[in-house]
């Protein structure tokens, strides 16, 4: 089966802490955040052509140092069947498996959880707010986009799989107590919330690259409003202390 790959990197101690990961990035995404950073991995067209064969061979081979795969992007739910497969085989030799996902296909994501580990959803706004939800995504017209995010988290949490929201801070867009605590109400079921950084230094609307990083500090307020907000536990990343549990 042929799939759109954006790579592979072989080893990763970053991307699942704990775990020694080798990491898919799917190419292409259905959203077009502003802020985002991986713009390459966007546009569908990019990439290359990959047999999914082939990857699932790359992976074994990579069994002596790995423990585990993570699939990302782009957006990895964009190709189900794909992902399906790779999931499948990779349990079969014996590996953890996470997705990273924008959960704007609760249908796919469904069908893949009895395969995966860790399900680490972006929660880019409070799907409560359907009108922000668009706008710190892009507003790319797709239907109900913020309801399909919610029911994804709910595919998700009913599953019993371990699930962490991960919500990208950004200025002008998000970067708000109120917003943030908003977050927290809108995850209940969920108990990690990983608040993210981000980095102006390339985005998809250049324009952002002219806003400022919110720092560690601001990062920890805000960690400390979604707590009160009632989520258990709450992780920073930021470049200057990167991953912590607040
Ligand atoms: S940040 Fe947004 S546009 Fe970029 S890959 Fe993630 S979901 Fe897609």
Request: hydrophobic share 40%; aromatic share 4%; charged share 25%.
């Amino acid at each position: 089966m042929k799939f759109r790959l954006m790579g592979i990197t072989d080893l990763s101690t970053i991307d699942w802490p704990g775990k020694l990961a080798a990491i898919v990035f799917f190419q292409g995404c259905n959203l077009l955040c502003p802020w985002c950073q991986n713009v390459d991995g966007i546009d569908p067209r990019g990439g290359r052509d990959a047999e999914v064969e082939d990857a699932v061979q790359h992976i074994n081979g990579l069994k002596p140092i790995i423990d585990s795969i993570v699939l990302t992007g782009g957006e990895p739910l964009l190709q189900p069947e794909a992902c399906l497969e790779i999931l499948k085989s990779s349990k079969e030799l014996g590996l953890n498996c996470a997705i990273e996902t924008n959960a704007t296909d609760p249908q796919a994501l469904e069908r893949l959880l009895p395969y995966l580990d860790l399900v680490a959803i972006d929660v880019k706004a409070p799907p409560s707010d359907p009108g922000l939800y668009e706008k710190v995504t892009g507003s790319t017209g797709m239907p109900g986009l913020a309801q399909k995010v919610k029911e994804g988290l709910k595919f998700a949490v009913d599953s019993k799989t371990e699930v962490e929201a991960r919500t990208t801070v950004v200025p002008t867009l998000n970067d708000d107590e109120k917003i943030i605590v908003q977050v927290a109400g809108d995850i209940k079921g969920i108990n990690c919330l990983r608040l993210q950084q981000f980095r102006n230094q390339r985005t998809l609307d250049p324009s952002f690259q002219k806003l400022p990083m919110p720092s560690r500090g601001r990062l920890l307020e805000l960690a400390r409003a979604a707590k009160q907000g009632g989520i258990k536990k709450v992780k920073i990343f930021t470049v200057e202390g990167g991953l912590e549990t607040v």
